[in-house]
């Protein structure tokens, strides 16, 4: 049976708000920033933290279809448009999908000594002298690089104007935070102490030090779908439906599967039914129903993702 998305048709946003909570004990570290450490706030009277911050989220949200054993998309994902890159040796080296400017990487730019690139604003129809051409700026992100539709895209080294803005986006706060201070120490058995001018800077001796994790009354994973965005690109139901279900499948997989963010933050959702706060009731499917559901849709969208060439292979400069 095919998954009814119809209540999303004229939504305007997918939000889900999701419980979740540490898998084992009240800890958990979160997110640090230079110079700052953890992101404390104030939200009315309540004290919150920033658990995860959006940038990491969307790295999170692309890795659902990588296999990093392999270097290559997970079996579900196969047939999505994206870009390798090889080594001079013709090893693999990244990808678009790993890649923090995607498309814009310096190593996709500069690739095939700037010839990928050059096709690239040639398939955009990009000129400084005109406005941008919109559609053929996102067939060829669908094309060359479908996941860009999704978690955004700045072509900044073809030109300034050839952006888009997260389409999925998601962060994870606590509220109700209390400091959970703590410490420990680096044992040295061989020298504990300073000794002929080996000092603690050095590695040397006996190190103490202080810690900070945190507990909540409550910690929430937020995921938000533009559907208007995605409708907005014009490229049809039949790719709408793709985004769609492949913005779901990595909301679920995410979930589903690796939430330990960090060795001292590992975390469940505490609820296997995960209802949408708008469009009212809409549940998030199954992990097996969205696998399903997607390879279906990629077949439905081979032709416009590249078919069998839909990964573009390419080579680092020399």
């Known amino acids: 049976m ?14 889900f708000d999701v419980a979740v909570k540490p898998i084992q004990g009240h800890r958990f570290q979160p997110t640090g920033f230079p110079d700052l450490g953890a992101a404390t706030y104030q939200a009315g009277s309540t004290d919150c933290l920033l658990v995860e911050s959006a940038q990491s989220m969307a790295n999170r949200l692309e890795a659902t279809i990588w296999d990093a054993g392999s270097n290559t998309l997970i ?22 999908i790993l890649e923090a400017h995607r498309l814009n990487s310096v190593y996709v730019e500069k690739s095939n000594d700037g010839a990928f690139h050059k096709s690239l604003a040639k398939a955009c129809n990009y000129s400084e002298k005109d406005p941008v051409d919109r559609p053929a700026f996102i067939k060829a992100m669908f094309r060359h690089d479908v996941n860009s539709l999704l978690h955004g895209t700045f072509l900044e080294s073809i030109g300034g104007r050839l952006r888009l803005a997260r389409a999925l986006s998601s962060f994870i706060e606590a509220e109700g935070i209390t400091v959970a201070a703590s410490g420990g120490v680096k044992n040295d058995h061989v020298m504990p102490g300073k000794e002929d001018g080996k000092e603690a800077k050095d590695g040397y001796g006996n190190v103490p030090f202080h810690r900070e994790e945190y507990t909540a009354s409550a ?14 690109y014009g490229l049809g139901d039949a790719a709408t439906r793709l985004l769609t279900i492949l913005a779901l499948y990595k909301i679920r997989a995410l979930l589903d599967g690796n939430l330990r963010l960090r060795t001292a933050c590992d975390l469940e959702v505490t609820s296997d039914v995960i209802t949408a706060r708008k469009p009212t009731g809409f549940v998030l499917p199954t992990l097996a129903v969205l696998e399903a559901e997607l390879k279906l849709a990629i077949t439905a969208n081979a032709a ?3 078919g069998e060439h839909a990964m573009t292979s390419v080579t680092v400069a020399k």
């Open 2 to 15: 095919t998954l009814d998305l119809s209540v999303l048709a004229t939504a305007p946003r997918l939000l």
């Open 75 to 96: 079996p579900a994902a196969k047939g999505l448009s994206y870009v390798q890159v090889n080594g001079k040796e013709g090893a693999f080296l990244t990808a678009s």
């Open 219 to 232: 910690i929430t994973a937020s995921f938000n779908l533009d559907l208007q965005q995605i409708r907005s």
């Open 304 to 306: 416009a993702l590249g």
